[in-house]
């Protein structure tokens, strides 16, 4: 193999490397739900913890979009909506134009121009990006961010060979073609986007790259910034309570008193009055507590052995699979009542036929202590910011209609991924 050659391979090798490796990161979420789950973070949680040891980098194991609280607003709902859009839409896209290209070497078609490629050169890149994007929206980590980016550059390089490689095989066809078509969207969409070249006087090779990392990471920080702001945060003395689920948000208020009072009374475990707390207010038997504190096994979604099923509600429910306890997700896959199911598998015992879980007062609240560099105060958004360090410490079961304190449970120290960085919002 000639030098310039065993170089080009080299590119091309690192360059899919990279893209392996986006996805790798991207699909942390499915990983994390299945019985491989520590065998994958015994290799990427050692990243993680470096990452989120300094200041510079901590930013990256931090999450830009809610993914345990349920979306609290239509737009966050709709880009919530749009990631599973795009996550299916871009897989079935990209197996098209595979078969399509792989079919057409088969046959000896020549320059493939047929379907999506009368109108651009890289459809199966594009897809692939689509598919990226409603990764990155499905499991919203910083870091996932970052190597979309990282993944978006390297495809305009890979197109750049690739394209170098066409024109150099089919001449002049490829060149008339080329014309014709834009290289990852239609020549109308991309034309507009010619002043950028003015306005940034650099090298292409050296201004797409810069303009891609400032537009998707940008992006990031701008999503979460309106994330944060349309939480509906409750705070009172040193106490916070966020709500997973935007219908519980009216009972923060009486929650927040109880709580307040029981430590008054000294019956509300570890509320200590020189710390800050965050308060996470949730159904008792929702999903995803784990990711919050280790509550007991049925928080520890790897270990229940359906993961399949899961990534699938994940993917297609993009809402009710946070509304959804274990104990119905079992029931569906046995034929049995699904309320009935959770009724007999209530955390509290409380199997009463008068009630269901529509009217049910109880409510599971996880006390979580935040602490700032050098002991700063802090509540609302404060305590979700990236240098914040926060600790669980219990669960209290309440019943938010009259602010009665049925149980605390002390937890541990971190939550049922153990030492693995999992998402605050």
């Given amino acids: 193999m000639k030098p310039a050659g065993f170089r080009n391979f080299l590119a091309r090798l690192a360059a899919r490397g990279g893209i392996v490796l986006f996805f790798l990161m991207a699909l942390e979420v499915m990983i994390m739900i299945s019985p491989f789950a520590f065998f994958f973070y015994s290799v990427f949680n050692p990243v993680l913890n470096w990452l989120d040891r300094y200041a510079a980098t901590r930013w990256l194991t931090g999450f830009f979009l809610t993914h345990m609280i349920l979306p609290p607003t239509l737009f966050l709902q709709t880009l919530r909506v749009l990631g599973s859009a795009l996550f299916l839409l871009g897989m079935a896209t990209f197996v098209v134009c595979a078969l399509q290209v792989y079919l057409g070497k088969l046959f000896k078609w020549g320059v493939a121009n047929r379907g999506l490629y009368r109108?651009?050169?890289?459809?199966?890149?594009?897809?692939?990006?689509?598919?990226?994007?409603?990764?990155?929206?499905?499991?919203?980590?910083?870091?996932?961010?970052?190597?979309?980016?990282?993944?978006?550059?390297?495809?305009?390089?890979?197109?750049?060979?690739?394209?170098?490689?066409?024109?150099?095989?089919?001449?002049?066809?490829?060149?008339?073609?080329?014309?014709?078509?834009?290289?990852?969207?239609?020549?109308?969409?991309?034309?507009?986007?010619?002043?950028?070249?003015?306005?940034?006087?650099?090298?292409a090779a050296v201004r797409t790259p810069l303009l891609i990392l400032v537009v998707v990471i940008g992006a990031g920080f701008l999503c979460r910034t309106v994330t944060l702001r349309s939480l509906a945060l409750q705070s009172r003395e040193n106490l916070t309570l966020v709500a997973i689920l935007p219908e519980d948000g009216p009972m923060a208020p009486g929650v927040l008193s109880g709580i307040l009072l029981g430590a008054a009374q000294g019956k509300a475990g570890d509320l200590q009055a020189g710390k800050d707390y965050l308060g996470y207010l949730m159904p008792v038997d929702y999903i995803m507590q784990g990711m919050i504190?280790?509550?007991?096994?049925?928080?520890?979604?790897?270990?229940?052995?359906?993961?399949?099923?899961?990534?699938?509600?994940?993917?297609?429910?993009?809402?009710?699979?946070?509304?959804?306890?274990?104990?119905?997700?079992?029931?569906?896959?046995?034929?049995?009542?699904?309320?009935?199911?959770?009724?007999?598998?209530?955390?509290?015992?409380?199997?009463?036929?008068?009630?269901?879980?529509?009217?049910?007062?109880?409510?599971?609240?996880?006390?979580?202590?935040?602490?700032?560099?050098?002991?700063?105060?802090?509540?609302?958004?404060?305590?979700?910011?990236?240098?914040?360090?926060?600790?669980?410490?219990?669960?209290?079961?309440?019943?938010?209609?009259?602010?009665?304190?049925?149980?605390?449970?002390?937890?541990?120290?971190?939550?049922?991924?153990?030492?693995?960085?999992?998402?605050a919002i």
């Fill in 119 to 203: 109108f651009i050169r890289h459809p199966q890149y594009l897809a692939l990006g689509m598919w990226g994007v409603g990764l990155a929206i499905l499991w919203p980590r910083f870091i996932v961010l970052f190597f979309l980016a990282v993944m978006f550059i390297l495809y305009y390089f890979l197109a750049r060979d690739e394209e170098a490689r066409m024109s150099l095989r089919y001449g002049a066809a490829y060149e008339d073609y080329a014309r014709r078509t834009g290289r990852f969207f239609p020549r109308l969409v991309e034309r507009p986007f010619a002043f950028v070249a003015r306005l940034v006087p650099l090298p």
């Fill in 293 to 423: 504190a280790d509550t007991g096994l049925e928080s520890h979604l790897f270990m229940h052995h359906q993961t399949f099923a899961m990534i699938t509600d994940w993917v297609l429910h993009p809402f009710e699979h946070l509304r959804r306890p274990p104990s119905v997700q079992m029931a569906q896959m046995h034929g049995v009542d699904p309320a009935t199911a959770r009724r007999k598998h209530c955390p509290l015992g409380i199997d009463r036929p008068d009630l269901t879980c529509e009217t049910c007062p109880f409510r599971r609240v996880i006390l979580v202590e935040v602490t700032h560099p050098g002991g700063a105060r802090a509540s609302g958004t404060g305590l979700l910011s990236f240098d914040a360090v926060r600790v669980p410490v219990e669960a209290i079961d309440i019943n938010a209609l009259t602010g009665e304190i049925l149980n605390i449970t002390k937890v541990g120290g971190s939550t049922a991924w153990k030492g693995i960085p999992t998402p």
